[in-house]
């Protein structure tokens, strides 16, 4: 039988995990956007690309409804004299108003491109070569207005800062828009920009425009915490749990000890949606009988089994996106060690046995680690025979704790 207590325990897990489901699901913004986007958040980066592109979309589409004609192409105070607004600062009246022109043009076309499911972007870890003339450059990224695909370097991507990863990708897709009825590339004139890198000079303002406008409508501020929180596409976990373990099976011995409590560390590794976790588990249960005799009872535990993850939404820029569900199946090689003492007499008696486990895990991301709650099953037996003790185990066991992945 369960005792009430027990009940109660275990009825408080479940609420914890329950609300922690429904808190991060009502209250994050901008659930279900990503998946008009490519790539799902799966791997390394894609998380840093999706805010990069959403930030573009929501800024430019702005751009693209504002019924007010706008000055472009320059400056903001806060700004000034950075690397970013390099491109405005030497811009003739003439060519800001070309800019300003040519951004507020192509904001929808590219609002539509974003949206487009063709447009695909390939992460590589080569170098990026480019000819240019007689020249050969290398480069961040690099776009083909033909197949509608933008190649970008993942290692140089993740250095960047967002501002420069907002510059770069908005570069990229400004190859992929019609700018004066044809595809521009980096290297020749157009309208204003005389000089022989004069399409690269535009798009350069541009995307800095683009830069400024993802300031002025608080997209950076906004999606600070998406990049900061911790990301599932991690292949290597660690867990560190406080776990409380209550026996369903009643037991009439005098020694037999039906509530333990310790600590958890267990590391998984998972491909895809499977993986594989070890791990090891130290309970104690304490108490006094008749008075004077104390009784401690040590369990550990080492595990071993497989994993199944699955995720709570498609989104992967909310943290209820992010946030997954883990169930393990163990098999569990079990430690059953008795201290028992009173005033004149000690005695110890220890035995080994394998038992079997299954968990259910809920992982919520935070700043860089997550917390878990879980609820699951353990069964193994033992036997003291100093203590006349025989036990078939059945125990309920919860656990809170926080997690990392790398």
């Known amino acids: 039988m369960i005792e009430i207590k027990q009940f109660l325990t275990i009825k408080r897990i479940f609420i914890y995990i329950f609300l922690g489901i429904l808190f991060s699901n009502l209250f994050t913004p901008y659930k279900s956007f ?56 030497n811009l003739d009246s003439e060519q800001r108003n070309f800019c300003t022109l040519q951004l507020k043009n192509v904001s929808g076309l590219i609002v539509n491109l974003l949206e487009d499911p063709n447009l695909v972007f390939n992460w590589t870890n080569k170098v990026i070569n480019l000819q240019e003339g007689s020249n050969n450059v290398t480069a961040d990224a690099v776009a083909n207005p033909e197949t509608k695909i933008v190649t970008v370097n993942k290692k140089n991507f993740l250095m960047m800062t967002q501002y420069r990863r907002v510059f770069l990708i908005a570069h990229e897709l400004l190859h992929l828009v019609p700018i004066e009825g044809e595809y521009i590339g980096d290297v020749g004139d157009i309208g204003p920009f005389k000089s022989q890198q004069g399409r690269r000079e535009l798009i350069n303002s541009m995307a800095s425009e683009t830069v400024l406008q993802v300031y002025r409508y608080g997209l950076f501020q906004l999606y600070k915490p998406t990049l900061l929180r911790g990301q599932s596409n991690k292949h290597y976990w660690l867990d560190l749990n406080f776990v409380q373990q209550n026996d369903l099976i009643s037991n009439s011995n005098t020694y037999s000890s039906d509530k333990h409590y310790g600590f958890e560390v267990n590391y998984k590794h998972f491909i895809k949606k499977w993986g594989f976790n070890f791990g090891y588990k130290s309970l104690l249960s304490s108490e006094k009988i008749l008075t004077s005799i104390e009784v401690e009872h040590n369990l550990s535990t080492l595990g071993l089994g497989l994993s199944y993850r699955f995720f709570m939404d498609d989104d992967p820029l909310t943290a209820f996106g992010q946030s997954f569900m883990v169930i393990n199946a163990n098999v569990d090689l079990v430690v059953s060690e008795y201290d028992v003492k009173d005033p004149f007499v000690s005695s110890n008696s220890k035995d080994n046995t394998i038992g079997y486990s299954v968990q259910a895990n809920y992982y919520y991301p935070l700043d860089y680690v997550w917390v878990k709650a879980g609820i699951g099953l353990s069964s193994f037996s033992f036997a003291h025979e100093e203590l006349n003790l025989d036990k078939e185990s059945l125990n309920i066991v919860g656990q809170l704790g926080v997690s990392y992945g790398f």
């Open 34 to 89: 990503a998946n008009s986007f490519v790539g799902n958040g799966g791997s390394t980066a894609d998380v840093e690309m999706l805010v990069t592109k959403k930030q573009i979309y929501e800024s430019l589409k702005k751009v693209n409804e504002s019924e007010v004609f706008k000055d472009y192409c320059e400056c903001i105070p806060v700004y000034n004299n950075r690397n970013i607004c390099a491109p405005l600062e």
